[in-house]
């Protein structure tokens, strides 16, 4: 899925059901990190496939690495800037680690069912994955997950501010 949103769709559901289990900065960015590759393909006009070496778990685990450290080296602009959509928490190497190798792994695993290219398993040549599940239900699932992430989303923010409300009304009684 080069250059599109419905990676974010999966990731984004994992991160709020999750929530603050794993880092969501992590899993997000981690998530569609490696389409930096098809992009990079197709700008430059580089030799091999559109999804080669980083579509694979093997890359990915470089590439969830490589997530880590600039999370780990940044987070603290990163939490103040999830905490403008409420969704600031302490984080850990560990749940950065995490995150980042759940946000590359679901990278490669949803686009194995579409690319003929991609050989996950890298060494080992070949897609087993390929056509398991139509491309179109890949696309889907990815928007639902989206949009069941939002409804997730929309929860924890009535849940974490009804309190607040609540306080203002018995402070005005």
């Known amino acids: 899925m080069p250059f599109t949103p ?3 769709g999966p990731a984004f559901l994992m991160g709020m059901l999750a929530f603050p289990v794993l880092d969501i900065a992590a899993l997000m960015i981690s ?4 389409d930096l590759e098809p992009l990079a393909v197709l700008m430059f ?4 496939p559109l ?24 987070r603290a602009p990163l939490q103040q800037f999830l905490s403008l959509f409420a969704l600031s928490h302490d984080s850990s190497f560990t749940r950065v680690t995490i995150a980042s190798l759940v946000g ?18 890298f060494p080992l040549l070949g897609n087993p994955f390929l056509e398991i599940i139509a491309p179109s239900a890949v696309y889907q699932f990815s928007v639902y997950c989206m949009m069941f992430g939002l409804v ?4 924890r923010l009535i849940d974490r501010y009804k309190p607040l409300q609540k306080a203002k ?4 009684a």
Do not use: K, Q, R
């Open 31 to 34: 998530s569609v990190l490696l």
């Open 45 to 48: 006009g580089l030799p091999g």
């Open 51 to 74: 999804h080669g070496n980083l579509h694979t778990f093997l890359g990915a685990t470089i590439a969830a690495v490589l997530t880590v450290c600039i999370i780990w080296i940044t």
């Open 104 to 121: 590359t792994y679901s990278h490669v695993l949803l686009d194995s069912f579409l690319y003929a290219e991609m050989n996950p398993f």
């Open 6 to 8: 419905y990676h974010f």
């Open 169 to 172: 009304e018995d402070s005005s």
């Open 152 to 155: 997730v989303y929309a929860i």
